[in-house]
């Protein structure tokens, strides 16, 4: 008897819910908006599961929730701005007060720099440097030629470079 | 190449994707070219800036509601989904095996038959032919492999051929028995073997997995599952270990 459509949609595609979450959230730039993403995006993977052929579970997913996240940033346009909320400190716990300091706030300039980006600079950022992706796989999670990953790649980093060291000015200003 | 071509290249050589002979070209030209080295320093802070920023994995509310709409046991898968659940956290076990290329070479094996076993379980991809029914797993895979593939089924009672499939290992392919016991998977990785004297099953355990290699018939045979180490050297795996029984097919 093989694995029933459910397990099998559980064991390929569940594991990959952190990473899911983690680019429905910078994308969206909101959590409730993520959540809801997230969950429509399984939703949907669920129903399109028949024409996943097991190669790249995460990649396959990636592209729904990207998919779903992109048609909710068309429909609510005004709904952008972003909402001030308690981030956990990434990692690194100094003892130092004053490193500690330091280094939140150059976090917060590090994220209000990814934030003020384009979503598709968003995006490709956070599937190269956060998830480590493959151009390759970029290109399939974005249904996009290869040439145009590397190209947006390579703006969004300038842009990204740009912002982040206005927002580092800011920051310590 | 000049600063403005190498320019480019910068991104795509940080991120290991441009071929040999051009990342090396970068290599040099930015080994003797200040600015093109300072370009390169630039992108080694963006990357290490974006990796200080936060990462959102899912609240445990949003994974509780996910797992119990999809995990959720209709009563006759109620086994597999407990091994799919846990599945997610033998997916990140794979990322962390040893890297090959540090072990001795029977090790090196033996962590890639795990990770292979544990790829075709996390992507739920067992076999890619059921053993419905008589006779259908070993005439499909002689069809797909190139050696003569010619061994005896070893279903016995609790041991159940559930599929074959044919995977990587050690650089060719390879003939996989999928056979099942209760709720546990062992993947039986078969191909034909270099050096002749057959040996005697040796057992090891590799990140949870257990794993008994032997070599008979001129054959490699390598089992994996999360079966107890004693447990799967007591199942009849190897066909020297028993009188024949029926055969796979034909
Ligand atoms: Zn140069």
């Known amino acids: ?173 | 190449m000049n600063c403005r071509e190498i320019e480019r290249l910068l991104g795509p050589y940080r991120d290991g994707e441009l071929d040999p002979e051009r990342s090396a070209d970068v290599a040099v030209h930015q080994r003797n070219c200040e600015d093109c080295r300072a370009a390169l320093e630039r992108l080694e802070q963006l990357s290490a800036a974006i990796e200080s920023a936060p990462r959102y994995p899912a609240s445990p509310e949003l994974r509780a509601r996910l797992e119990s709409r999809f995990a959720d046991g209709r009563q006759p898968y109620g086994r597999w989904l407990l091994l799919a659940a846990g599945l997610a956290a033998a997916a990140l076990v794979i990322g962390r095996l040893t890297p090959v290329a540090d072990l001795r070479p029977q090790d090196a094996l033996a962590n890639e038959v795990v990770r292979a076993h544990l790829r075709s379980l996390v992507v739920g991809h067992l076999w890619d032919v059921a053993a419905s029914g008589h006779h259908t797993v070993k005439p499909w895979l002689a069809a797909k492999l190139d050696f003569p593939f010619d061994v005896e089924d070893i279903s016995s009672r609790g041991l159940l051929l559930a599929g074959g499939r044919v995977d990587s290992v050690d650089g060719r392919t390879v003939a996989v028995l999928v056979y099942r016991r209760g709720g546990h998977v062992i993947s039986v990785f078969v191909w034909p073997a270099a050096q002749p004297p057959d040996r005697p099953p040796a057992g090891r355990s590799v990140h949870g997995f257990n794993v008994i290699d032997w070599r008979a018939d001129g054959l490699n045979w390598w089992a994996v599952s999360d079966l107890e180490l004693g447990e799967l050297n007591e199942l009849p795996l190897s066909p020297c270990f028993l009188p024949a029984h029926e055969t796979l097919g034909g």
């Open chain 1, 1 to 173: 008897m093989p694995l029933s459509r459910h397990a099998r949609f559980a064991a390929a595609i569940l594991p990959h819910l952190d990473r899911a979450h983690n680019l429905a959230r910078w994308l969206l730039a909101n959590r409730q908006d993520a959540e809801d993403a997230v969950q429509d995006s399984y939703l949907r993977a669920l129903t399109y599961f028949d024409s996943f052929h097991g190669r790249d579970g995460r990649a396959w997913l990636l592209a729904i929730v990207r998919n779903t996240c992109f048609e909710r940033l068309r429909k609510n346009r005004r709904h952008l701005e972003l909402p001030v909320e308690h981030i956990e400190l990434a990692r690194d716990t100094s003892p130092d007060p004053e490193a500690l300091q330091l280094q939140l706030a150059d976090q917060a300039a590090v994220r209000r720099g990814l934030e003020s980006l384009p979503a598709e600079f968003r995006e490709v950022l956070v599937l190269r440097e956060m998830e480590g992706l493959s151009y390759q796989q970029i290109a399939r999670v974005t249904e996009a030629p290869l040439g145009t990953v590397m190209s947006r790649l390579a703006r969004a980093r300038r842009r990204f470079e740009e912002a982040l060291a206005a927002a580092r000015k800011e920051e310590t200003a």
